[in-house]
């Protein structure tokens, strides 16, 4: 199946560190997510972005969609423990504004050490 | 509001076998997507129904299928199962599908093959 290209695999950082993360695609995506996963839940949502060159915050988490529509990158700043967990990227298509289908990157997994 | 329930949480099954798993959705949410997750393939996008019909499939064998009742709630079925098919499978619900929509994703049904 197709997945996208998400780096780092794995971060083990120190608290009140700053974590940087990317995804990169082949294909152009209308929209760019980051989620984070939980051990037994599913999926939330972090971040959204639905431009090109768009820059969002949520706290202490930024992210932007890369202008070429093909990347997109998501940072921590001051990392507490529980950040610990696999965030994911995911790009979505559009077809007449309505699609739900979701590419997921392969998964960046934190650890951040007290 | 309650968030996505997925049931039963984990199921054991044998080569051969058929399982279904059921989803119900954010109440209001018309919207429900599946997805196949594992280790090496990563998060899959099974399908998508909306108004009771299949509005998008991904590239799943024809052993994969799902429907969706008048009330949002969504089934899917895997029949002849395969070793394989081991996977965390996700339901995710959204208000109409948009690619604006946020995507909610449930806890998640554990599936073992043997």
């Known amino acids: 199946g197709q997945q996208l290209n998400q780096s780092p695999q794995s971060m083990f950082i120190q608290e009140g560190e700053d974590v940087s993360m990317n995804c990169t695609s082949s294909?152009?995506?209308?929209?760019w997510l980051w989620y984070k996963q939980d051990p037994g839940e599913g999926p939330v949502l972090l971040i959204a972005?639905?431009?090109?060159?768009e820059l969002t915050s949520n706290g202490r988490l930024t992210a932007q969609f890369g202008i070429t529509r093909k990347d997109s990158f998501l940072n921590i700043s001051a990392s507490i423990p529980s950040d610990v967990g696999i965030y994911f990227c995911a790009g979505q298509l559009s077809y007449g504004g309505a699609t739900n289908k979701l590419i997921f990157g392969t998964g960046t997994l934190l650890a951040v050490q007290p | 509001k309650a968030g996505v329930t997925q049931t039963p949480r984990y199921l054991i099954k044998t080569r051969g076998q058929q399982v279904t798993l059921s989803c119900s959705p954010i109440?209001?949410?018309?919207?429900v997507s599946w997805y196949q997750q594992t280790p090496g393939q990563g998060l899959q996008f099974l399908f998508e129904?909306?108004?009771?019909?299949?509005?998008n499939k991904g590239n799943f064998p024809g052993r994969f299928s799902g429907r969706q009742f008048s009330n949002s709630r969504s089934e899917m079925n895997v029949s002849t199962l395969e070793l394989g098919d081991s996977a965390l499978y996700l339901c995710?619900?959204?208000?109409?599908?948009?690619?604006?929509?946020?995507?909610?994703f449930g806890p998640g049904t554990r599936l073992t093959v043997l």
């Open positions: 109440s209001g949410h018309r919207s």
């Open positions: 129904y909306f108004s009771e019909t299949q509005r």
């Open positions: 294909s152009i995506f209308n929209t």
């Open positions: 995710a619900s959204s208000l109409w599908g948009r690619i604006t929509d946020t995507q909610y």
């Open positions: 972005l639905y431009k090109a060159g």
